[in-house]
């Protein structure tokens, strides 16, 4: 997907490893996103970000952390990991819109992440 | 956000059209109706969104009921590469910060 880019696109861990998950934006929007997605289920929302040095909880966030040091960086991290963090990672951006006008969510393609 | 209600899964042979429905009848006046899909795990696809009126883009034409309870995104003549499977969403434009929420979506398979 044009515009943003998730780093590493697979990555095995062992239990209680830690590691960081990149995604970067080159469409100077404000607003970031970071999803999971498991077997047969929709996208779960973990951490968003509103614009650079901002953070804020979503629906599953226990077990990450994340950073948005710069605008065009979203970074997710796993302090510890565990088997059920087991998942897919997308990452999604999108710019607040006019007022007016409603604007789509941009998404990478994805980290596939295996923890043993 | 309100909910949305879609089939779990769907056939349609190739060529011919991809009526997709979704219900959505808590949908408030200032909420937004989206359509994504996601082929064969890659990340979402945005396919069209539309606020009362129909709307059509280069993929597809989406058809909202006049009380804006119910949709339908139209693929007008489905290929093999379109089997994935459709998320319908619907949100407030940015007022504040809400981020899209997808349910299970329904799974399309095109049958040649």
């Known amino acids: 997907n044009a515009g943003v880019t998730q780093t590493p696109k697979f990555r095995v861990l062992k239990t209680g490893q830690s590691m960081t998950l990149l995604c970067a934006q080159d469409?100077?929007?404000?607003?970031m996103y970071w999803y999971r997605q498991d077997p047969g289920m929709g996208l779960r929302l973990i951490h968003y970000s509103v614009g650079e040095g901002t953070t804020a909880k979503g629906e599953v966030p226990d077990g990450y952390n994340v950073s948005r040091l710069k605008k065009q960086n979203f970074l997710l991290g796993l302090e510890s990991a565990a088997p059920s963090q087991t998942s897919v990672y997308f990452c999604?951006?999108?710019?607040?819109?006019?007022?007016?006008?409603?604007?789509?969510?941009?998404f990478g393609d994805g980290t596939r992440l295996s923890i043993l | 956000d309100a909910k949305t209600t879609q089939p779990p899964s769907m056939d349609c042979a190739e060529g011919r059209a991809a009526n997709l429905p979704c219900n959505h009848s808590t949908i408030s006046g200032n909420e937004y109706v989206y359509w994504y899909r996601q082929i064969h795990s890659q990340g979402p696809q945005y396919i069209i969104h539309?606020?009362?009126n129909n709307e059509t883009n280069e993929m597809a034409s989406l058809i909202i009921t006049e009380d804006r309870k119910s949709s339908t995104l139209i693929l007008p003549h489905a290929t093999l590469r379109d089997t994935a499977v459709y998320y319908c969403i619907v949100r407030v434009v940015y007022i504040g910060n809400t981020p899209l929420v997808f349910g299970k979506g329904t799974r399309l398979s095109v049958i040649a």
């Open positions: 999604a951006s999108i710019s607040p819109p006019p007022w007016d006008r409603a604007q789509p969510q941009h």
């Open positions: 539309g606020l009362k």
């Open positions: 469409m100077n929007h404000e607003y």
